[in-house]
């Protein structure tokens, strides 16, 4: 299983990703599910991906391919966010059209899910879950997020956390919360985590990382709000019955 997310705030969007894709004891691997695309000063984008890993890789292939033939139609030359939306939604469909004889034959899922962030021009930035099917939605102001494969467990955080204006240090560390959520509760969504900081309107990537589970500055997120939670339950009013209980 896998777990992605994106933030996009004001002053800029958070993807992270989990890099787990076989959560079998003996038989643990570790991809990629983060792909990055940018012109510095034109454009940037990044996509996230959940689902079967040949169709990703054939979609990413696919994507490359036309930016280095100089296609009419690619990454580089789609003048809407929306553009690049369909324009990837029709390649995973071509994609698991191609396979799918094959998909059948040996009961496998070759449904991969996509989320698409990123900038043209002085354009606003914007954030696009894109379905198997080709069709995709935007990532609406009331909940400024958007997450892939397994949800539920990192979703609270973010419900509860992430407005518009939002602070993208404070989006980047909710979204490592929530990867540490949902690994704690899944064993199929593993470290290492990628995180991406893009800032609005710089049109490049600048900020990208790896981090483990021994990772200092993971370890102390995680402690952190470890405590914080403790805490926060430590202080919580008491119920009559337990007052009652000290007195007796």
């Not at 933030?7 to 643990?28: E, L, P």
């Not at 997450?147 to 979204?175: F, H, M, N, W």
């Not at 995680?222 to 405590?227: A, R, T």
Request: glycine share 8%; aromatic share 8%.
């Amino acid at each position: 299983m896998t777990y992605c997310l994106a933030i996009k705030v004001n002053s800029g969007m958070v993807f992270a990703s989990d890099s787990r894709t076989n959560a079998g004891m003996d038989h643990i691997n570790t991809y990629s599910k983060m792909y990055a695309f940018d012109m510095p000063g034109e454009r940037c984008f990044v996509l996230l991906s959940a689902g079967n890993l040949a169709t990703t890789q054939a979609v990413i292939n696919l994507i490359e391919r036309d930016i280095e033939r100089k296609a009419k139609l690619s990454l580089n030359t789609v003048t809407h966010l929306f553009e690049a939306a369909d324009y990837i939604g029709n390649l995973n469909c071509e994609v698991q059209r191609h396979h799918s004889g094959a998909g059948q034959r040996s009961g496998v899922n070759l449904e991969t899910t996509f989320i698409l962030g990123g900038q043209i021009g002085t354009q606003a930035h914007e954030l696009l879950l894109i379905y198997p099917e080709g069709n995709y939605i935007s990532a609406p102001p009331s909940k400024p997020y958007l997450q892939i494969g397994e949800i539920k467990y990192g979703k609270p955080i973010l419900d509860r956390v992430v407005r518009p204006e939002t602070s993208l240090g404070d989006a980047a560390r909710c979204s490592l919360v929530s990867l540490d959520s949902t690994m704690r509760s899944n064993v199929s969504v593993g470290a290492p985590f990628e995180l991406a900081i893009y800032e609005t309107g710089s049109l490049h990537l600048e900020h990208r990382m790896l981090l483990d589970v021994d990772d200092p500055l993971y370890v102390d997120v995680q402690q952190i709000w470890n405590k914080t939670l403790m805490d926060g339950i430590n202080a919580l009013p008491q119920f009559d019955w337990e007052t009652e209980l000290h007195h007796h």
